[in-house]
């Protein structure tokens, strides 16, 4: 199993809401990655997770909320968003540095949208 | 840190033609250099890859080219079909970290 599902597919929320969006791989990865992606830009790193522990946090607004329950799992909790965070959420896994090939693995994402 | 320029942001093309994007680095130690191909509504998914222990690298109508002295690679898609119409971002990583840094894409669009 070569995939990464995240869910759900797409997400519309008002700016009070709070919605979660889910990312699932069962490749033994243990590096984890959320991205936000605009239109017609490069995907923009937000968090890194190594070992089911925060690694990296690219300065994101704290209301954007990670969480990485066990290895196969993680979650990205949203909370009092702007419209500007509008954008493609793409969840992306590897193995770690030392551990093989360092290719990494992208979900299809969840197109949010904020109103 | 890591730069990565990539050209161009658009290319057009026929059926049947070839297609090639350049891509550019800054760091030296990058020794890992994919190419992801995304269609419209999907993730990126990796198309090719090349390390730098090697100059050139093919798959079928797709090839990538590395010139470490320069600090440059390139995807060369020959014979190109409508499916390959898609925005392709060319990326660099060093051994320490798998994070690569993107290109910031090229569109590419196959004229029937």
């Known amino acids: 199993d070569t995939e990464v599902t995240q869910t759900p597919k797409h997400l519309v929320m008002g700016m009070t809401n709070k919605k979660s969006l889910k990312c699932e791989q069962h490749?033994?990865?243990?590096?984890m990655y959320w991205y936000k992606q605009k239109a017609k830009k490069p995907p923009e790193l937000m968090f890194v997770?190594?070992?089911?522990?925060?690694?990296i946090n690219e300065s994101v607004p704290s209301r954007f909320s990670p969480e990485c329950p066990n290895s196969s799992l993680l979650n990205l909790h949203l909370h009092a968003l702007q419209p500007e965070d509008s954008a493609l959420y793409l969840c992306?896994?590897?193995?770690?540095?030392?551990?093989?090939?360092?290719?990494?693995?992208f979900g299809p994402g969840t197109r949010l949208t904020v109103l | 840190g890591e730069n990565v320029e990539q050209h161009p942001s658009t290319l057009s093309v026929q059926e049947g033609d070839s297609a090639v994007i350049k891509c550019t680095y800054s760091?030296?130690?990058?020794?890992?250099f994919p190419w992801y191909k995304q269609e419209l509504g999907k993730g990126p998914q990796l198309i090719i890859d090349?390390?730098?222990?090697?100059g050139e690298k093919k798959d079928q109508r797709i090839a990538v080219t590395l010139n470490k002295t320069a600090k440059h690679f390139s995807l060369h898609i020959t014979e190109t079909q409508p499916e390959d119409s898609a925005v392709y971002f060319c990326?660099?990583?060093?051994?320490?970290?798998?994070?690569?840094?993107f290109g910031r894409g090229t569109s590419l669009i196959v004229h029937p």
């Open positions: 090349i390390r730098s222990n090697v």
């Open positions: 997770y190594s070992y089911e522990k925060l690694s």
């Open positions: 992306a896994s590897s193995l770690l540095p030392g551990q093989g090939n360092n290719e990494q693995f």
């Open positions: 990326a660099a990583s060093e051994g320490g970290s798998y994070i690569p840094t």
């Open positions: 760091d030296s130690a990058s020794n890992y």
């Open positions: 490749m033994g990865h243990r590096a």
